[in-house]
T-cell receptor, first 111, second 115 residues
């Protein structure tokens, strides 16, 4: 157990639907990062939150949004899902000077 | 987009041999990190080397960094079958907003250690 908790582990949904992925960072970590991992794009940075505020945006589609709550957990919302959104979605947390701690990921399958 | 390119894409060795993976990157960095991923699982942080460091060791791992060539290498000595995994380098940019920097990952090297 890395200390970063992601739920659900697996998600199967139909095209056009909306899903919410949840992440609880490691205790004490203020930064949360979301990454998408697919076979063709590799690991792509989506978005970062720091202590409740958005800090950086990467290759995040407009159909995707995220937020970090006062208790520091974060949610990634994916809407109008397409087949190409099928991927592993990882959350990671970190302190300012160290490496990331990754969660075990959510495998999203869009059918 | 990928910051780092890793070489080789795949590596197969016998148990007990050393494995060397290389990573090249494009922009100035604050630090470079290596991660390991077992198939379909989360990434595990292995080692971090800062831009002012040239070499770092952790157990059977040795990492080097050459900022003039924008490259790094990861050496795993005396490999074991359990080392079979994908290995990724990741770079943290030189510009900081005060919070932890986002990482940009390379494409990864798939290491297979044969028993």
């Amino acid at each position: 157990d890395s200390g970063v908790t992601q739920t659900p582990k697996h998600l199967i949904t139909a095209t056009g639907q909306r899903v919410t992925l949840r992440c609880s960072p490691r205790s004490g970590d203020l930064s949360v990062y979301w990454y998408q991992q697919s076979l063709d794009q590799g690991l792509q940075f989506l978005i970062q939150y720091y202590n409740g505020e958005e800090r950086a945006k990467g290759n995040i589609l407009e159909r995707f949004s995220a937020q970090q709550f006062p208790d520091l957990h974060s949610e990634l919302n994916l809407s109008s899902l397409e087949l190409g959104d099928s991927a592993l979605y990882f959350c990671a947390s970190s302190v300012a000077t160290g490496g990331y701690t990754f969660g075990s990921g959510t495998r999203l399958t869009v059918v | 987009s990928q910051q780092g390119e890793e070489d080789p894409q795949a590596l197969s060795i016998q148990e007990g041999e050393n494995a060397t993976m290389n990573c090249s990157y494009k922009t100035s960095i604050n630090n470079l990190q290596w991660y390991r991923q077992n198939s379909g699982r989360g990434l595990v942080h292995l080692i971090l080397i800062r831009s002012n460091e040239r070499e770092k060791h952790s157990g059977r791992l040795r990492v080097t960094l050459d900022t003039s060539k924008k490259s790094s290498s990861l050496l795993i000595t005396a490999s074991r079958a359990a080392d079979t995994a994908s290995y990724f380098c990741a770079t943290a940019g030189a510009i900081s907003s005060g919070s932890a920097r986002q990482l940009t990952f390379g494409s990864g090297t798939q290491l297979t250690v044969l028993p």
